[in-house]
């Protein structure tokens, strides 16, 4: 029986942008705004953003009504902006393009009633509804038809079609708003997808951009939502070998060397803030209700802290499932990466059971070992072999030149996940420089022999 051909896949760019410029789409041309365009353009996409999250607002109370608590359809779409701060803004011709408005009412409420969150909403509705914000910083959402993606000396640029053409005629500015995406030198990776979206490899659905909430540079954040076939699976090579390095700032980094040969990039799994934020939210229960238990004055009696005990108990159950959960999807993307690659043999550092006191935040807040069990798994459903490394000095060994030293990964100065050696100056990020080395084959005992004649082992990265 012949294989179904690989299913399409959608994936979400994230970048920071740089300031606004003018962006004539016929000449595909790009000017400079004067300060008071400049503020008038920063006024509007305010404006804008609010305009939006009102529209999503009532869009998602709509799908609310009809869908939870069974109002006739016939009622719920002949409903209006009837809001007085909605309609005066669309009444007034909101500077607004078509399409960003066409967005706002199609995906204003899509979201809410998909996935988990949706049959949840859908089967019980005891889930409180969301609401968006309407300060300023809800995302502008654009179709494809909307957006621009080019390249102009050497630099990225993403362009909306945000303003209407009246709108913008009547204010001097051009309905089309450009930004430069701000990528870091060593970013490989965003480089590469972007130019896959340029050169059409991968088809762009639609955009989004959004001023950051969190009042730090990159000022605004934007976004693309690009759809790929992805390559298919290889059979896998025991000398293809995938090294794992677990972090603190990501789950999981991965490194691969076909036959011994490194390839030239190299890419961290998921963010651990997330899984610390996913983390906290039952944690906190957790700690209240053991704070009450063991208070002295506590006012509970017999009966309430046996309720308080099943509650704990139930909490704690709830914990690991949630850890258990987003530690399989961590080690689903590494399996998808190996078997796309054909790694035969992963390479993991081993974490001990002096965990707790080697690094007691780590296993305290992070769940390093759910990892752990969860990558033995997809390695024996893969059919892949999975070893265990001593993870000592694979962090402070430079993959470049081989040499080893605590001040390769200087405390205080710069942040956890940054790496320079002293030696050679090569410069990565901690996660990745110990995933490269964790995918060389018998790394550990080419440290210990580095370490024990107090030399530095020059390894070529195309010779390791």
Wanted: with cysteine; glycine share 6%.
């Amino acid at each position: 029986m012949p294989e179904e051909p690989p299913r399409a896949l959608n994936k979400t760019l994230t970048f920071g942008l740089g300031l606004p410029l003018a962006y004539d789409a016929r000449a595909k041309t790009l000017a400079n705004l004067e300060d008071n365009l400049l503020k008038t353009v920063y006024t509007s996409l305010r404006e804008a953003s609010e305009t939006v999250a009102m529209i999503c607002n009532i869009e998602t109370a709509k799908e609310y009504a009809k869908r939870i608590l069974g109002v006739p359809k016939e009622q719920t779409d002949a409903f209006k902006a009837s809001i007085p701060a909605v309609k005066r803004r669309l009444d007034r011709k909101t500077c607004l393009s078509g399409d960003a408005i066409g967005q706002a009412y199609m995906l204003g409420s899509k979201p809410h009633f998909m996935g988990e969150h949706g049959r949840e909403l859908l089967s019980k509705g005891t889930r409180q509804l969301s609401t968006h914000r309407t300060d300023g910083t809800h995302p502008i959402m654009m179709r494809a038809t909307g957006t621009r993606l080019f390249i102009d000396d050497k630099t990225f640029y993403i362009a909306f079609r945000i303003f209407s053409a009246e709108w913008a005629g009547k204010n001097g500015v051009s309905n089309w708003i450009a930004f430069p995406i701000k990528i870091k030198p060593r970013d490989k990776t965003m480089r590469g997808q972007l130019e896959r979206a340029i050169r059409g490899e991968w088809k762009l659905k639609n955009s989004r951009l959004r001023k950051n909430p969190r009042n730090r540079a990159p000022q605004w954040i934007g976004q693309i939502v690009v759809e790929y076939t992805p390559d298919p699976y290889k059979t896998l090579d025991p000398e293809i070998v995938l090294g794992i390095d677990l972090g603190v700032t990501v789950p999981a980094a991965l490194h691969i060397r076909d036959h011994g040969k490194p390839l030239p990039w190299a890419m961290c799994i998921g963010r651990g803030r997330d899984m610390l934020n996913t983390r906290a939210t039952i944690r906190g229960d957790i700690v209240r209700l053991l704070r009450a238990l063991k208070s002295k004055d506590s006012p509970l009696d017999d009966r309430s802290r046996e309720e308080a005990m099943k509650k704990l108990r139930e909490l704690r159950k709830r914990e690991q499932r949630v850890m258990k959960t987003a530690s399989q999807r961590i080690a689903g993307r590494i399996a998808d990466v190996a078997r796309r690659h054909g790694a035969g043999t992963w390479q993991m550092e081993e974490i001990g059971a002096d965990l707790k006191e080697d690094k007691p935040w780590l296993a305290r807040n992070w769940a390093p070992g759910a990892v752990k069990d969860a990558v033995r798994w997809q390695a024996q459903q893969c059919g892949a072999t999975l070893e265990f490394v001593d993870p000592a000095y694979t962090s402070q060994r430079c993959n470049k030149c081989g040499h080893i030293a605590r001040e390769n990964r200087p405390k205080g100065e710069k942040k956890q996940a940054h790496f320079e050696c002293v030696e050679c100056g090569h410069k990565d990020n901690a996660d990745k420089n110990a995933a490269r080395n964790l995918s060389i084959i018998g790394i550990a005992e080419k440290i210990r022999e580095a370490i024990k004649s107090k030399s530095v082992v020059r390894m070529d990265e195309t010779s390791a």
